[in-house]
């Protein structure tokens, strides 16, 4: 649902700021900058496999932490998105390149020397393409197979808005272990925020996974701070319940560069608890709400706890 106050009626305290100022960034968003020897081994090992990550190229806040543990998420295809996305960082215009043939054995090496127990593996949207990189995926998940077979492996694709429906099999008969494509906002936010893409086909992108293999866990995300209200948080909640999804991670928008979507405010922990609370009441296996929140973050724990959640709920 569209929210149709201005911010000042949403957030009071706003009202007398002018339109262009920033609020204060709060102690719990704070990070340490990246440092230490496992995040200098983590870069080197993407560094000498030529690959990109979408932690640095979307200037995520906990890329130290990550890196420091070995764990990072690979962009896959290139780093030019063919989509203008306003929160997003990563660079957007006419992709220079095809598609690397050799990129998926070289990111199933990385997995392999990072010692990768799980793995996250996303794009740029690549509209170019005519199957929007499907088959890509698939080779990189069956590369990593081969290479890991012990590893669990987690897709974070595009929308494939522009593709024939049947691209999405390609993707899912590779048998990733988690489907995940972010919502990221609610849907009045759309033509601002997603202006190329559409709220109810990625909704059903995700329904469609699982019509496809009951038994794969779906996965999405959201940003808060970007000028929605609680009730349609609440409402793309009970779109993802309503669409069957496992897994819901919330965390804080973070604006990239002045010519970015407008950082609407920070959203406080304790509204994340208590969005954490609302999610899990409406039956979602597993919830990630907190200010510092990523899809990747602390993805391999929260796998763990996903399939731990879904095996106490099938014997009860």
């Not at 806040?61 to 890196?67: D, I, L, Q, R, S």
């Not at 429906?165 to 849907?187: C, K, M, Y």
């Not at 509204?271 to 409406?282: I, P, Q, R, T, W």
Request: proline content about 7%.
């Amino acid at each position: 649902m569209r929210d149709l106050t201005i911010p000042s009626e949403r957030h009071p305290e706003k009202a007398n700021k002018p339109d262009n100022a920033q609020p204060k960034k709060p102690k719990w968003i704070r990070v340490k900058a990246p440092v230490g020897k496992g995040y200098s081994k983590t870069r080197n090992i993407m560094r000498d496999n030529s690959l990109v990550t979408v932690c640095e190229q979307a200037g995520c806040p906990n890329v130290g932490e990550c890196w420091n543990q070995g764990h990072a998420t690979m962009m896959i295809m290139g780093e030019v998105c063919t989509r203008a996305c306003t929160f997003c960082n990563i660079a957007t215009g006419k992709p220079p390149e095809d598609l690397d043939a050799f990129e998926p054995g070289r990111v199933a090496a990385a997995v392999k020397k990072l010692g990768l127990k799980h793995v996250v593996v996303t794009s740029v949207d690549r509209d170019d393409i005519k199957d929007g990189g499907a088959e890509h995926f698939a080779q990189t998940i069956r590369a990593i197979r081969k290479q890991s077979p012990e590893t669990t492996i987690e897709v974070l694709t595009p929308d494939f808005i522009r593709c024939d429906d049947s691209v999405l099999q390609v993707v899912v008969d590779a048998r990733p272990d988690v489907f995940n494509h972010n919502l990221e906002t609610v849907p009045g936010l759309y033509p601002e925020v997603r202006p190329g893409a559409r709220y109810f086909h990625s909704l059903r992108l995700l329904q469609r996974v699982k019509e496809l293999d009951p038994s794969m866990f779906t996965k999405s995300g959201i940003m808060v701070g970007l000028g929605e209200d609680r009730q349609s948080v609440m409402q793309v909640m009970d779109d993802m319940r309503a669409a069957d999804l496992d897994f819901l991670t919330i965390g804080q928008y973070l604006q990239p560069t002045p010519k970015h979507h407008v950082l609407d405010r920070f959203v406080t922990p304790e509204e994340f608890k208590a969005y954490e609370k609302a999610a899990y009441g409406k039956g979602f296996l597993m919830v990630s709400a907190t200010p510092l929140t990523r899809s990747s973050y602390h993805a391999g724990d929260d796998f763990a706890r996903l399939r731990a959640a879904r095996d106490k709920a099938l014997n009860h």
